[in-house]
């Protein structure tokens, strides 16, 4: 019996520079993907897969993340008064429970590795998920869910995966596989940003990680890796060189990569298309231009 996976960690301190400069005033994390914010998707995912605790890492500037997990008494007001009750509920849907959001701050960009480790006393002593709001998932049964269910099954590291073509593994952490049974990958290595002759495979890591608390001791060495910043994938080596087992899920549905703008235009098009209200206009509208 493994257990259960009751919090999870929110890195959301970075400065968005690729975004610039519609994030100079704005985090990343609240773009709109059609009429959700990017950080909405992920928390919604977590609650899906029964996370009870919410740690954001924030940074200077981000003060409206916290605001838009808050209640608007103004903003609520005024929608009663003018009898919209159906969007007050649908503003409350996405609301954690009150005492079920904790936030912390990381006072220096110094690598995802510290972002996580910032919310050390906040996570304690049991395993926790991390989830990165650059990566939008969306898949019928949310990932997360479907990482709760392979963690239940083989317990120790789990982490998302995908597939790319070799040349694109110096971009990510990438796992030295030992097996591979086309969904669950075991593996006995994380090497981090390595060049497409020497990766040991292609299956890299995406932003959703449970992991287990040992790896605060790893992380608390601040030792720098690949960019000069302290690196997760770092620590997650240092896991499996302690014996703990580590497995990638290639989850089933689709990515969306929200920290590049590519990917972020994709995404808006994607869920746009499958709105139920804007998605036959939007078909209209693009056809237009193709």
Avoid at 17 to 34: C, D, G, H, S
């Amino acid at each position: 019996m493994h257990q259960r996976i009751r919090k999870a960690v929110f890195p959301v301190a970075g400065l968005g520079t690729r975004f610039l400069p519609a994030t100079k005033a704005m985090p990343k994390e609240m773009l709109p993907i059609v009429d959700k914010p990017l950080i909405q998707y992920a928390v919604e995912e977590a609650k899906a897969a029964g996370i009870e605790q919410f740690f954001f890492v924030t940074s200077r500037g981000k003060g409206v993340i916290d605001d838009h997990f808050d209640h608007a008494f103004e903003l609520e007001t005024t929608l009663r008064e003018r009898g919209r009750t159906d969007l007050i509920d649908e503003l409350e849907t996405h609301l954690p429970e009150p005492g079920q959001i904790a936030y912390t701050r990381q006072q220096r960009p110094l690598g995802l590795g510290h972002a996580v480790w910032c919310a050390r006393s906040l996570v304690g002593n049991e395993p926790f998920a991390v989830l990165l709001a650059d990566d939008l998932m969306v898949c019928d049964k949310p990932c997360l869910s479907q990482m709760v269910e392979a963690y239940e099954e083989v317990g120790g590291n789990i982490v998302a995966i995908v597939d790319v073509p070799r040349e694109h593994t110096r971009r990510y952490g990438v796992l030295d596989v030992v097996s591979d049974d086309g969904r669950l990958v075991r593996a006995r290595g994380v090497i981090e940003k390595p060049e497409p002759a020497t990766a040991p495979s292609t299956s890299i890591i995406i932003g959703r990680y449970i992991i287990q608390p040992q790896i605060f001791a790893h992380l608390a060495c601040g030792k720098a890796g690949s960019g000069g910043e302290i690196q997760l994938t770092d620590a997650l080596e240092q896991l499996i060189r302690d014996g703990q087992a580590f497995h990638g899920l290639r989850f089933c549905g689709r990515r969306y990569d929200c920290g590049d703008k590519l990917g972020f235009l994709e995404a808006t098009i994607a869920l746009g298309l499958a709105h139920p209200e804007l998605g036959p206009g939007l078909r209209q509208i693009l056809s237009s231009y193709l």
